[in-house]
């Protein structure tokens, strides 16, 4: 078992729609979470960072952090073409510069 | 502006024949970091540094080596390339333990 787990979707929206994405993990010590937005051909681009429980708002974007679940999730309100990309989840217990751990990406598609 | 830069973006090359891929950040960061990314198993960290001349190994590990003689440079160094080594490689670096990795370009290795 990963520990860290994702669906890889795709997951196809319409324009406006609310996207919920979400990962599982099975690391205790996890107190480090991030979300990463990959498009085609490049390089991931950090969009979340949540140190240890709670939610953070950036935008459209909330991330949200339950340790006694050992899940996180992102929402993305008001859903564009141009957040059509895979997510990638991450998390780390000794700080995000050393181990970090990354789910397999969600794809999602949102369309006009 | 401040990056993460690779090079080269694209390599073609043969079993056998060592090959380096280079890493460079302009901001000063003290931690930097190599991922593999392939299909189906995400990304993978396979080395990370801490400071110059401080380095340990990540996930995956076996078949590479890194230096880090500079603060700004990370090269990866693939003595023997295998075809198993062919995939997607990330250079990341990123200030202190805390808030995500910054990630470069990519490079996309094929070993035949």
């Known amino acids: 078992q990963k520990e860290v787990e994702q669906d890889p979707g795709p997951l196809s929206v319409p324009e406006g729609a609310i996207v919920s994405l979400n990962c599982t993990y099975s690391n205790s010590a996890f107190q480090y979470f991030m979300w990463y937005r990959q498009y085609s051909r490049k390089g991931p681009e950090l969009l979340m960072y949540?140190?240890?429980?709670g939610n953070k708002e950036d935008g459209r974007f909330t991330a949200q952090v339950d340790k006694s679940s050992k899940y996180i999730s992102l929402f993305i309100r008001d859903s564009q073409p141009s957040d059509s990309a895979t997510y990638l989840c991450?998390?780390?217990?000794?700080?995000?510069?050393?181990?970090?751990?990354f789910g397999t990406g969600t794809r999602l598609q949102v369309t006009l | 502006e401040a990056q993460v830069t690779q090079n080269p973006r694209y390599l073609i090359t043969v079993t056998g024949k060592k090959l380096t891929v280079t890493c460079s950040q302009n901001m000063n960061h003290e931690y930097m970091s190599w991922y593999r990314q392939d299909p189906g198993l995400g990304l993978r960290q396979i080395y990370y540094?801490?400071?110059?001349?401080?380095?340990d190994k990540g996930d995956v590990p076996e078949g590479y080596k890194v230096s880090r003689k500079e603060k700004r440079n990370f090269p990866l160094i693939l003595e023997s390339p295998s075809p198993n080594q062919t995939s997607l490689y990330f250079c990341?670096?990123?200030?202190?333990?805390?808030?995500?990795?910054?990630f470069g370009p990519g490079t996309r290795l094929t070993v035949l």
């Open positions: 991450a998390m780390s217990a000794t700080g995000t510069a050393s181990k970090l751990t």
């Open positions: 949540t140190y240890s429980s």
């Open positions: 990341a670096s990123s200030l202190g333990l805390a808030g995500g990795p910054v």
């Open positions: 540094s801490m400071n110059v001349e401080v380095t």
